[in-house]
């Protein structure tokens, strides 16, 4: 766990003591993971898909949720939980489409937590069968190391943050379930290969489901959409 990233949950590991700094961080997991478990009941009995999403910032994590939620809002219910150190600028965003939204500001902290969410979804009261998107503060570490409760975790990506960025931050890729190339629109103007990327991203993870998609380009979304709109949360 990281003791430099900020996060105002490790400030108490400022020691030189190694075995105490890592008792600490084990029971910090560790009551994350009951919160997050408790959220995933929650989400089980109510046939709530819910979906972590994850990613660097300026992936275009918040415009992909946008695209996404046009196409998909006429036919299921949504709601999102929207993660960032300060603003509500994303949440207005989502707001804007008339989708319930929930915002999260972590301060000083890199990502979100279980009880942040359980905190989100108390407020959001999400119906049955519903989508719930958690859009996680943009950072390629710390969020893949908590468990939110999520039926998946999902991380975007897009070319312009170069193909080897699964090779360079591997644990996040490894712990995703899904990921999405996006702005794959810009590709002709960048000296990025998609496929090495493709090539790359299976290298760290070969059980990543793959999508290729631009968020301006709403055909590009067909087949990730239509996934949505097909998965049990029971298929995870």
């Given amino acids: 766990m990281c003791e430099t990233c900020g996060c105002s949950n490790h400030h108490e590991h400022h020691e030189h003591d190694n075995s105490r700094t890592i008792a600490v961080e084990q029971d910090i997991l560790q009551r994350n993971n009951l919160l997050a478990e408790r959220n995933r009941g929650y989400f089980e009995s109510k046939n709530i898909f819910c979906l972590n999403l994850m990613s660097s ?3 275009g994590k918040t415009t992909l949720l946008e695209a996404t939620i046009r196409q998909l809002k006429d036919k299921r219910k949504i709601y999102v939980i929207e993660g960032d150190q ?3 600028n994303d949440s207005e965003r989502i707001a804007a489409l008339d989708i319930p939204v929930f915002q999260i500001n972590t301060g000083d902290g890199c990502h979100l937590e279980a009880s942040a969410v359980h905190h989100a979804v108390l407020h959001l009261n999400p119906s049955e069968r ?3 998107f958690i859009e996680n503060v943009g950072n390629l570490i710390c969020p893949a190391m908590f468990d939110l409760g999520e039926a998946l975790k999902v991380v975007v990506i897009s070319p312009t943050e170069g193909e080897d960025k699964p090779l360079k931050y591997p644990h996040i890729f490894h712990e995703a379930n899904v990921c999405v190339i996006n702005k794959t629109d810009l590709t002709p103007y ?3 290969s998609i496929q090495q990327l493709h090539e790359n991203c299976l290298k760290v993870n070969p059980q990543l489901r793959l999508f290729e998609v631009s968020a301006l380009q709403a055909a590009t ?3 990730w959409c239509n996934w949505l709109m097909t998965f ?5």
Avoid: I, W, Y
């Fill in 57 to 59: 910032p300026g992936s």
């Fill in 86 to 88: 300060q603003t509500a």
């Fill in 130 to 132: 519903s989508l719930l």
């Fill in 190 to 192: 960048l000296n990025v």
């Fill in 221 to 223: 979304l067909d087949e």
């Fill in 232 to 236: 049990q949360p029971n298929q995870a």
